[in-house]
Nanobody, 115 residues
Framework: QVQLVESGGGLVQPGGSLRLSCVAS????????MSWYRQAPGKEREMVAT????????NYTDSVKGRFTISRDNAKKLVWLHMSGLKPEDTAVYYC????????WGQGTQVTVSS
């Protein structure tokens, strides 16, 4: 079955950096677009970044452009979200996502940006 497992979240000061990782299994990773979403308390889940199967095309929500970078390693079935210049408003649970006939989510990893 499809499994997505995120890691790398934590507490970081404003302006700091974190790298989130998502390891995938149960589907043909090299053929799937992958995405990162986040959900802050009291807010709807929003798409943060997405990457095509080859990694040639990426898209970001406006609020993270220039600060976040999504990348992937198809051989290792890994997708990363490198976050820099973190702001308190980036505080959220971050989820790895794939649409593979159905939509699948990881369990999420908490990112807290606070001094």
């Amino acid at each position: 079955q499809v499994q997505l497992v995120e890691s790398g979240g934590g507490l970081v000061q404003p302006g700091g950096s974190l790298r989130l990782s998502c390891v995938a299994s149960g589907f043909t990773f090299s053929r799937a677009a992958m995405s990162w979403y986040r959900q802050a308390p009291g807010k709807e889940r929003e798409m943060v970044a997405t990457i095509t199967p080859s990694g040639s095309t990426v898209n970001y929500t406006d609020s993270v452009k220039g600060r976040f970078t999504i990348s992937r390693d198809n051989a290792k079935k890994l997708v990363w979200l490198h976050m820099s210049g973190l702001k308190p408003e980036d505080t959220a649970v971050y989820y790895c996502n794939v649409l593979w006939m159905f939509e699948y989510w990881g369990q999420g990893t908490q990112v807290t940006v606070s001094s």
